[in-house]
């Protein structure tokens, strides 16, 4: 499956009849260790007749921003059968699940010459919600760089259109908002970074980490006083975000030295045993040297 950036996005393969993992001693082997990540029965139908259903069992695994996704059929009396892999990038798995209706239903029923809709049926979402969600998960592919190079232009049109379409979950339509700003930020659009991290609040208010990307964007336009205020407004819904407290310090430093080396010193505190903070954790040494150093001066 492709998106509309030519971009593919997830393959499902689908074994009608169910395929025997007999030939496949690694990816059995894998399967096993594997625990089950969702158990359910394929076919309703079957209770009906009296019969014993068929139950599935989902395994689950993956690389860093992909997932991969196994489905077995067990059959009483007979050997367990793949029937279903999915391999996905992340930001579509929940919309390319193979779990959905629309993919168990090319599963046939050995037992059965009637067509049926096996699996849970569930509340289909609207076309347009269903849209949104696929211009959402774009988004994050070319906003994060899921396949390579960022691509914050891509991201810029792919949350207008999220948007647009409507997100009926609030905390992802506000984080719609949210990945919208920070595309706008990449670009060097800031004032428009701004006011759709505002809008973003308006839906979220709450949230230490829209808050922190607004601090971010107030101080690259200058503001450091309301940076300083959303900030703090973010430490103190999540005192541990260690981000925000580097953000903050940084803030401080041209005009409350001594308040900057508190707030670094604090940020070493929560950073200093994790890996992706070791950038941050060398500039805050080094920033705590060089403030100590002027105000010796």
């Known amino acids: 499956m492709f998106n509309e950036d030519q971009t593919l996005v997830g393959v499902i393969t689908v074994f009608p009849l169910g395929l025997s993992l007999e030939d496949y001693p690694k990816l059995r082997h894998t399967l096993a260790q594997l625990p089950p990540a969702r158990e359910f029965f394929f076919h309703s139908s079957q209770l009906l007749k009296e019969q014993t259903p068929d139950s599935g069992t989902l395994h689950r695994t993956g690389k860093a921003t992909s997932t991969h996704q196994y489905f077995m059929r067990h ?5 367990d059968q793949l029937v279903m892999a999915v391999f996905v990038l992340d930001p579509y798995e929940t919309i390319l699940d193979g779990s959905h209706s629309k993919f168990l239903s090319y599963i046939k029923d050995p037992d059965s010459t009637e067509k049926e809709l096996p699996g849970p049926t569930g509340q289909l979402e609207s076309e347009k919600e269903f849209l949104g969600l696929q ?5 994050e592919i070319a906003l994060f760089a899921s396949c390579g190079n960022k691509q914050p232009e891509i ?33 060097g659009r800031l004032p428009e970074a701004a006011t759709t991290l505002e809008k973003a609040l308006t839906i979220q208010p709450y949230s230490a980490v829209i808050l922190n990307s607004y601090g971010s964007v107030l101080a690259e336009l200058g503001k450091l006083p309301k940076a300083i205020e959303t900030y703090e407004q973010a430490l103190a819904l999540q005192p541990n975000y260690a981000q925000a407290r580097f953000n903050l310090a940084e803030a401080y430093e041209s005009h409350n ?7 670094y010193e604090t940020f070493l505190i929560l950073a200093e045993n994790n890996p992706e903070e070791m950038t941050k954790v060398d500039l805050a040494k080094g920033r705590i040297k060089a403030l100590q150093g002027g105000a010796r001066q």
Do not use: C, N, V, W
């Open 75 to 79: 059959t009483h009396g007979k050997q």
């Open 135 to 139: 211009q959402f998960a774009r988004g």
């Open 155 to 187: 991201a810029l049109d792919a949350y207008q259109k999220a948007i647009q379409y409507g997100l009926s979950d609030p905390k992802q339509l506000a984080e719609a908002h949210h990945r919208l700003g920070l595309a706008l930020r990449s670009m």
């Open 257 to 263: 030295p001594k308040r900057a080396i508190q707030e």
